[in-house]
């Protein structure tokens, strides 16, 4: 009984820690960065380039991706009201069947924004990778981010630990019922997040050649 209570009160106690960093690096992701993020287009500050994060344009069930939709139809209204005049498009291309830059391209060229000025990024294989290529890769030291609100303070805490001068857009928050899980798994992030900078010190999957905008 004994072993069992010792057994009992480690776990609990493990448990209490675990519960207690998540609660902590959420407070701390939230608020150091909360202050470069925007709702309004026209209050933004502008920027060279916005950098689109990339998502799945339709969800498991065949439907459209209102995060998707909603991430294009910002980046365009970004575009057109001046605020950006290049924009990345960054993520997973994992398999020729699977490719986020593409797709997310091929909208926004049906919202009138050139070819020209798209950049497609096709090692944004998550957040951090989005974030330090744009600087690492793309060159960028100051660059506006377009996600949901969610999204929004990792992207901008990332951005800060690497001397990225951000700020985040809010694409509409749309309650959807895989919103849910989705919410759940940002805040189970960010403590990982806190992680990945700060003590396993990660990097990108792929760097490489830079490319001038």
């Not at 448990?15 to 287009?41: C, M």
């Not at 951090?128 to 506006?144: A, N, P």
């Not at 509409?172 to 759940?184: A, K």
Request: aromatic content about 10%.
């Amino acid at each position: 009984m004994q072993v069992l209570d010792w057994l009992f009160k480690v776990v609990m106690g493990l448990a209490g820690a675990a519960f207690l960093f998540i609660l902590i690096s959420n407070v701390w992701v939230v608020r150091s960065t909360r202050s470069w993020v925007f709702e309004d287009i026209e209050s933004i500050p502008s920027n060279k380039v916005g950098l689109v994060l990339g998502t799945t344009h339709r969800l498991k069930s065949g439907q459209e991706n209102p995060y998707f939709t909603a991430r294009i139809r910002t980046a365009a209204l970004l575009y057109h009201k001046g605020k950006i005049k290049h924009i990345i498009l960054s993520g997973d291309n994992r398999t020729r069947y699977y490719n986020e830059p593409f797709k997310m391209k091929t909208a926004l060229m049906a919202q009138d924004v050139p070819e020209n000025d798209i950049t497609l990024d096709y090692a944004g294989l998550r957040t951090l990778d989005s974030v330090v290529r744009c600087k690492e890769i793309f060159g960028q030291d100051s660059v506006t981010i377009i996600t949901q609100r969610f999204h929004t303070y990792r992207a901008l805490f990332i951005s800060q630990h690497y001397a990225i001068h951000a700020v985040a857009i809010v694409a509409n928050d749309i309650s959807f019922p895989g919103s849910i899980p989705i919410t759940i798994r940002e805040i189970m992030a960010r403590p990982l997040a806190v992680i990945d900078l700060y003590i396993l010190k990660k990097t990108p999957h792929h760097l490489g050649k830079k490319e001038y905008l």
